[in-house]
């Protein structure tokens, strides 16, 4: 994956995309301990340089829920969105309800050239329900 972006293969590369591929909508802390334990000794920076460089090479994605730390997954080339549980801030991918980018049609565009829509539905995973109901 690595060379078909044109990116050299290095150990914290492979680390980190092994990582976020075994991690889903993990943040970068929980990213480093990961790549820790499988590296030993790696800075803070080189695994924030990494997950840049995967991002934008499009190999990973950011996403950043309203009142949460930058998350990265590696579901990436789709329109997709998440659930965000309100208690635990657990996440999980919804597929777009109508499958074609950007999913959502503006009311006004404002000239913009709209190619993405974010959506972002928030309530309480299946754990946290079982939780308050008790």
């Keep these: 994956m690595l060379r078909e972006v044109s990116l050299r293969v290095t150990r ?3 680390a980190v995309l092994s ?10 802390e929980s990213i480093i301990g990961v790549v ?4 030993g000794a ?3 920076q080189a695994v924030y340089d990494v997950l840049r460089a995967l991002t934008v090479a ?3 994605r950011r996403i950043e829920p309203p009142g949460s730390v930058a998350r990265y997954e590696a579901r ?3 329109n997709h969105h998440h659930v965000v549980c309100r208690s635990c801030g657990a996440i999980a991918d919804v ?4 499958g074609d ?9 404002h000239g913009f050239a709209i190619d993405e829509a974010e959506v972002v539905y928030w309530g309480q995973c299946p754990d946290c329900s079982a939780t308050a109901s008790s």
């Design 58 to 60: 499009g190999l990973l």
């Design 19 to 28: 990582a976020v591929h075994g991690h889903p909508h993990a943040d970068t």
């Design 101 to 109: 980018a950007p999913c959502l049609t503006a009311s006004d565009d």
């Design 76 to 78: 990436v080339g789709d």
């Design 12 to 14: 914290p590369r492979v």
């Design 42 to 44: 790696v800075s803070h």
């Design 36 to 39: 820790r334990e499988e590296l």
């Design 95 to 98: 597929d777009c309800a109508v």
